[in-house]
């Protein structure tokens, strides 16, 4: 695992977590991505981001995949890159005869699809310039909280780290950090307050991974 984690005590946690989660995935015959990995990981408690750890993940279902393989009653996996809904392709990994088609990623709540309502789905290649509203706040437009993979009703984790103010879908990111709560409007955006925005200023967002964003002034 990199030396990203924080802390020694984590780190064996985090990788018993992963272990096990791929291993049932395995076992089931289950298709899944990497981040499939890292979601159910959190669910049990793991707390990382997926960019720390998806090096770890695929060389665990690496090593998983060459010590079930050598059984004749478990099932043969291949794995392909494959559109899956987030900004660029993954790989998938899948059993023997599976239509790769049928996949469907997991949700962080397991129901149902994300962002059902009318939106159109947009990639983003680096920057997006974001629109200043009334009252010193910034409105976040639905193709942001989709690569944040985030949904109506959910809250958005607000917080200041130097000069950027970051943006982040999980609990996991935000450890012994003073956020603020914004709720995904109906419409799929949100709005959010920037107390010390300058209305003669411009701002950017800019992707640190698929689980972090961050805001900053345009030079």
Request: proline letters at 3%; aromatic letters at 8%; one cysteine or more.
């Amino acid at each position: 695992m990199s030396g990203s984690i924080a802390n020694a005590s984590s780190v064996s946690t985090n990788e018993e977590i992963i272990e096990q989660v791929v291993d049932e995935f395995l076992k089931a015959a289950k298709a899944f991505t990497a981040y499939d990995v890292t979601i159910e990981a959190r669910k049990r408690g793991m707390q990382e981001r997926h960019r720390n750890i998806k090096s770890f993940v695929h060389s665990t279902i690496a090593t998983i995949l060459d010590t079930i393989q050598s059984d004749p009653n478990e099932s043969d996996y291949d794995r392909e890159l494959k559109d899956v809904g987030a900004p660029e392709q993954a790989f998938l990994y899948f059993p023997d005869g599976y239509n790769t088609d049928r996949y469907e990623a997991m949700d962080r709540n397991d129901t149902t699809p994300r962002f059902t309502t009318n939106t159109t789905t947009q990639q983003i290649d680096g920057v997006v310039q974001l629109t200043k509203c009334t009252r010193n706040r910034l409105y976040i437009p639905t193709v942001v909280l989709q690569r944040l993979r985030m949904d109506v009703g959910e809250k958005l984790r607000v917080y200041q780290d130097g000069d950027k103010t970051y943006l982040v879908s999980d609990d996991a990111m935000v450890q012994n950090r003073t956020i603020d709560e914004y709720t995904v409007e109906k419409s799929c955006c949100a709005r959010i307050s920037m107390p010390n925005m300058d209305p003669t200023k411009d701002y950017k967002l800019e992707f640190e991974d698929d689980d972090a964003a961050f805001i900053v002034e345009v030079n």
